[in-house]
Structure formats: structure tokens, C-alpha cells
């Protein structure tokens, strides 16, 4: 060994470059960061794993391997040096610019016409007169020291500006930055036969004024479209601003109109049920628990109950609340908090609850493809088309012989999936995407559906329910009768384990001149996931909540 001699160890097997401080115990992992370590000194001794036969750990690095080592290192330190150099450069000249900016004053010329302050989205409207707009630097381009192009964004669309002279010159513009937020005169300009800008014109400034800066390099100093898909949520609150997400919450916001345009378009009613509860209505494996001024209570997992008790007052009635499910899976297509479109509906059949639902969601469609967002529906999936009408029926007795048919085993049991086992996602995906047409899975059986869901009359094994199921996504819609007999509601909580103390309101309405009805709880993230042709569900949430995940 190296007795007396100053020396640094590294060691492939045992070292870290990251925690290790290159001492025999703590060595390093790799040679040319012990060099760096050393600044390549070559008076200190590096040392690596001994792989002969001897019981030293360590040997001596070869002189070769030490040579190979160390042209690598002053290779890399040369680079270095030239960065340095470059960057005190280039600092020298940013101060230079700086305070040459500094001299640089504009001001609005007074004897311009005042400036009509208008939006993005009306510049068309506007052109050869001058205007003013408020936006964020979305794009910025610097063509030598008199003349500046910036991509302007203010939630209605995007508008190129130029900007040459002076006022390029000033201090703002030198340090203006993509995101930073500009107040920005000038006159609306056709754009010159064959050239092209948002909305075929451009503004030419005559004065601007910067209202908030931003750091350099805007939101790519601090996350990508590269990042890992964890630091894309972290920092969600930036990643919004890029076109997809910017596009997305607009479509998202334009398909919640829709659904909202066909409920009142056919009579129903909106009410707002409470989210803060004492009831469980999916089970209570997912139900968040909290304290309620020392009572026990729940974050609601559907308003459908709610939507129950209000059916004699105002007849069809519909609800697009939060709901929320204690999902430990993290899967591409479970939240623990979503938005759900829910509605009932009374004095109907089964066959009409399917009616509706097809019209719901070929409605909503129409309504989209026929609105001003139909472009952006578009853009994010070229290939979108209303689902043709009626839409496949298939029994829940049909979809075990369809996977049995395909070979399609229970991972758990390696068994065909039996009568009364639900069907997980996945082997329901691939019926669906398989299939590829929207699939009515109808009547399930009754152990594995809730306690207000009626028993068929055909077979009362079953129940009268129905699961939408879309290619690419899976379920997008739960659906059924809902039991509207007394004896056997009760005959639900007792086979369910649930007190039905609680549940006295619901259960009033099976004493109060009961009625059968029918109704549907549908997954606002999940009709997104659909149309937009989204990969995650995720992706069409403005601050998604699953398991390990409760920020931004």
C-alpha cells in the first residue's frame, strides 16, 4: 500500500462520485473525478480496486491508465478554461450593453392617435389602426441590435410583434426574457404576401412597456418537455403555459359548456349537492375519512344519492361536482379527485337509460364539433368523430365468453375470469380497444354492484346496470336502475354491512311515494381522456390528485 504517500482511492464497485470524499473507506467511483478532486496533480498516488488474487483492496492505477485518465482530465479542463474565458467574456460585454441600455429612454409619441386597448383574439378586427395589448413574452427572437420579434400570449391567442430601433435598445429590451409580461402600442400590419404570423398580421410597436420580467430562458430554466413526468408536475403551475396544456384547459372548459348546454337543452334541472358527507355510496375501501367538529365524516364519492332525493321536486336533474375515491392504484386512468357528471331521471326503463346515454355522448360531441373550439378539438385529435349510433350492446356473461374466446386469464388465479368476479381494467381494455366501437356492458351481477342498484326481473342474479366503455380509455360512464323497493334497499345494506341510520333521508324516498328511475355518473377526466385522445388521464387535469401526489 502507500504508507507515508498523499494519495486519493476510487473504486468501481464500492465508490460514489456523488457522497464519496476519496478516502480508502469513502473512495470515489471513477478516476477522473479523483482527478478532479486532485486538480490533477500528478504528485498524488490514485489508487483502484485490486483485481488479482492478493488481499489488498486496493492497487496502484497502471501509469497507462493513469495517462489515458489524465489526458481526459486536462482535456476537459481546457474546455473549461475556454468556457471561463468565454463566459467573463460575455459578461464584460452584457455589462457594456447594460449600461449603454441604461442610456436608452423611450417615451410615447403624444401626437399618435390614443391606442385602443384590445385583446388577441379581436386583432383582426383592428388591423391598420393602432391598438395596445397585454401579454406574456411567449417566443422572442433578436435579430442583431435594431430589431426584435416576440411571439405575444394572452389567453386568447398569439400575436408577433416587431420592434427595431431604440426600441430594442433600451434597458427593458436587453433584459426582457420569454414569459415576461409587456404592455406593447403599435399598428395591426396585414403580413406581406407569402410570409406567415398568427392570424396573418403583425404589430409594429411604436412604444412598449415592461410590466413584470422573468428569469432567463423563461420557463425552460426550470422545467422542459423532456423533464421526468414527476418535476412536470411539480412544476404544473409553469407547464400550463405551453400550447398543448394552454389548448387542453380551453377544451376542457368548452366540453364542460356542452354538457352542461345538453342538460338544459333537455329540461333538466342543476343542483348542488354537498361534497362533505356522512354516507358511502361505491364502497368504503375508498372513502377519505376526516373530522367534522368531533363527528365522523367523508369526502363524497358521488352526489348520486343527493341527486335521488330531489327527483319529486324537479323531475330530471343533473349535478358536475368534485367526487373522490381513496385510490392506492396509481393507473392511467384513476384520480383520487375528479369531476363527475352526474343525472337521474324518473319514470324510465333500462332500455331509455341507454337511450340517453347515447344521446349524451353523441350530443356533447355534435355540440363541440359544431363550437368555435372545434379547431382545437382538431388540432389535439385530428381523427375525432361522433360515435355512430346505437352503440354495441354486450352482457357481462357475454364479456366472460369474449375472453375465454380470446384466452384472456385472471392474472391472480390463472383461471377464465367466472360468473360473479369483476372484470379489471386490463383484460377490459383490451376487449374494448379490440372491439374498438363504444361497448354498453350491461347487466352485472349483484355482489359486485352497489346496494341501490335494481335486480333485473329476467334474472335476479343480475342487475339492471351498465358500464359505457370506450376504446383507448375503458370505462367512461357507471350507470343503472336504481332499487326503488323498500324491502329490498334494506335487503342492500344488510347484505353490504351497512347501518342504514344514516341513510334515513335516502331511504325516505322508498316511503314517500317511491318511483322507478334510473341514472349515470360519468367521469368528466375520463370523456376528456376520450376525445382528446390522451395517452394519461393526467394530461387533462389542471392539478391532478392521485396517491403521492397532493401539489401543487
Not at 391598420?128 to 442583431?144: A, D, F, I, P, S
Not at 362533505?276 to 364519492?301: M, N, P
Request: aromatic share 10%.
Amino acid at each position: 500500500m502507500a504508507d507515508g504517500k498523499t494519495c486519493v482511492y476510487t473504486s468501481v464497485i464500492r465508490g460514489s462520485d456523488d457522497s464519496g470524499d476519496g478516502s480508502s473507506e469513502n473512495p470515489f467511483k471513477s478516476v477522473i473525478v479523483a482527478l478532479r478532486a486532485i486538480n490533477g496533480d500528478d504528485n498524488i498516488t490514485i489508487f483502484v480496486d485490486n483485481t488479482d488474487d492478493s488481499e489488498d483492496v486496493y492497487r496502484e492505477i497502471s501509469s497507462s491508465q493513469r495517462k489515458k485518465q489524465s489526458k481526459l482530465y486536462q482535456s476537459e479542463a481546457r474546455k473549461n478554461k475556454a468556457r471561463e474565458v468565454k463566459e467573463a467574456d460575455d459578461a464584460l460585454k452584457h455589462a457594456e450593453m447594460i449600461e449603454q441600455a441604461k442610456k436608452v429612454v423611450i417615451s410615447e409619441d403624444s401626437t399618435l392617435t390614443p391606442a385602443i386597448s384590445v385583446k388577441i383574439r379581436q386583432c383582426e378586427d383592428y388591423r391598420e389602426r393602432r391598438v395596445k395589448v397585454y401579454g406574456w413574452v411567449h417566443n422572442l427572437r433578436r435579430q442583431g441590435k435594431n430589431l426584435m420579434f416576440i411571439v405575444l400570449r394572452d389567453g386568447t391567442g398569439f400575436l408577433q410583434a416587431l420592434l427595431a430601433n431604440e426600441l430594442c435598445q433600451t434597458l427593458e429590451a436587453v433584459v426582457l426574457s420569454q414569459e415576461a409580461t409587456v404592455l406593447l402600442f403599435g399598428t395591426l400590419r396585414p403580413v406581406p404576401q407569402g410570409q406567415h404570423a398568427p392570424g396573418g398580421h403583425e404589430l409594429v410597436v411604436d412604444f412598449w412597456e415592461l410590466v413584470g420580467n422573468a428569469p432567463s430562458g423563461g420557463v425552460e430554466s426550470v422545467v422542459t418537455q423532456k423533464s421526468d413526468v414527476d418535476h412536470q408536475l411539480k412544476q404544473k403551475h409553469l407547464v400550463i403555459r405551453w400550447e398543448d396544456h394552454s389548448r387542453t384547459l380551453k377544451l376542457r372548459s368548452a366540453i364542460t359548456q356542452c354538457f352542461r348546454q345538453h342538460f338544459f337543452d333537455n329540461d333538466y334541472v342543476e343542483i348542488t349537492p354537498p361534497t362533505l358527507v356522512k354516507t358511502q355510496c361505491e364502497g368504503g375501501s375508498t372513502l377519505f375519512s376526516f373530522d367534522y367538529f368531533g363527528e365522523k365524516a367523508y369526502l363524497t364519492q358521488s352526489s348520486q344519492l343527493y341527486l335521488e332525493t330531489v327527483l319529486p321536486a324537479v323531475g330530471d336533474c343533473f349535478c358536475m361536482a368534485q367526487s373522490y375515491r381513496a385510490e392506492k392504484a396509481k393507473t392511467r386512468r384513476h384520480l383520487s379527485e375528479f369531476t363527475h357528471v352526474e343525472a337521474e331521471c324518473p319514470f324510465i326503463t333500462f332500455d331509455e337509460l341507454l337511450e340517453r346515454l347515447e344521446l349524451l355522448v353523441c350530443d356533447v360531441s355534435e355540440r363541440v364539433l359544431r363550437s368555435k373550439f372545434a379547431p382545437l378539438l382538431l388540432d389535439a385529435n385530428p381523427h375525432f368523430a361522433v360515435p355512430k349510433r346505437p352503440f354495441k350492446r354486450m352482457r357481462y356473461t357475454e364479456a366472460l365468453d369474449w375472453l375465454r374466446a380470446h384466452d384472456i386469464k385472471n392474472e391472480e388465479t390463472g383461471d377464465y375470469y367466472q360468473f360473479g368476479e369483476d372484470i379489471p381494467e386490463k383484460p377490459e381494455r383490451k376487449m374494448t380497444d379490440t372491439i374498438n366501437e363504444p361497448i354498453f356492458l350491461c347487466k352485472f351481477p349483484s355482489e359486485i354492484k352497489s346496494f341501490y342498484m335494481l335486480r333485473s326481473d329476467e334474472d335476479p342474479r343480475l342487475t339492471d346496470s351498465v358500464d359505457l366503455l370506450m376504446p383507448n380509455v375503458g370505462e367512461i360512464i357507471g350507470a343503472s336502475m336504481r332499487e326503488y323497493r323498500l324491502d329490498a334497499l334494506m335487503d342492500g345494506y344488510r347484505r353490504e354491512g351497512i347501518d342504514p341510520s344514516p341513510y334515513y333521508w335516502y331511504t325516505d324516498q322508498r316511503k314517500f311515494g317511491t318511483s322507478k328511475s334510473g341514472g349515470y355518473g360519468l367521469g368528466l377526466e375520463r370523456f376528456l381522456t376520450w376525445m382528446l385522445n390522451k395517452p394519461h388521464i393526467r394530461d387533462v387535469v389542471l392539478y391532478p390528485r392521485f396517491r403521492e401526489r397532493i401539489e401543487p
